[in-house]
């Protein structure tokens, strides 16, 4: 099995958590991607169907990684499940992300910057783990 060690891009982590899953026989993947992959939205609301788009290095490294999951799902029947949270917020996050700067009332002026029309649905993070945790429960499915 190729084991990269001392860090590794995301995809090199990906191959090696899906080989290593291949090897063991394990029920399923659960795969950890990012809205990102979709780019500029091209229709709302955006679904599986929407093209993916690597606008920036950070999602083109995600897009690599979910086609590798992808791949293994194909070419070796490996149950992969590849999940996708959009906006995740809740307590811990980085000050760094607007939301959270915002949110904490670290911004008292008023302050506009980019597109003041786009919207953004936000997922708690505790709704975000939900979903996960409920995923194993499912059946495999094509």
Do not use: W
């Amino acid at each position: 099995m190729y084991i990269r060690r001392g860090g590794g891009d995301e995809r090199d982590r990906t191959l090696n958590v899906l080989m290593a899953g291949r090897e063991a026989g394990v029920e399923r993947i659960l795969h950890t991607s990012t809205s990102e992959v979709y780019g500029t939205a091209l229709h709302v609301p955006i679904d599986e169907a929407h093209p993916l788009q690597g606008q920036s290095p950070y999602s083109a490294s995600k897009i690599g990684a979910d086609k590798l999951a992808e791949s293994f799902y194909r070419a070796f029947d490996l149950p992969v499940v590849i999940l996708r949270p959009f906006n995740t917020y809740g307590p811990r996050q980085s000050a760094r992300r607007s939301f959270h700067h915002h949110q904490s009332g670290a911004d008292a002026r008023h302050c506009s910057s980019g597109n003041l029309d786009a919207r953004r649905d936000l997922t708690f993070v505790s709704d975000t783990v939900m979903d996960f945790s409920r995923l194993p429960k499912y059946p495999s499915g094509r």
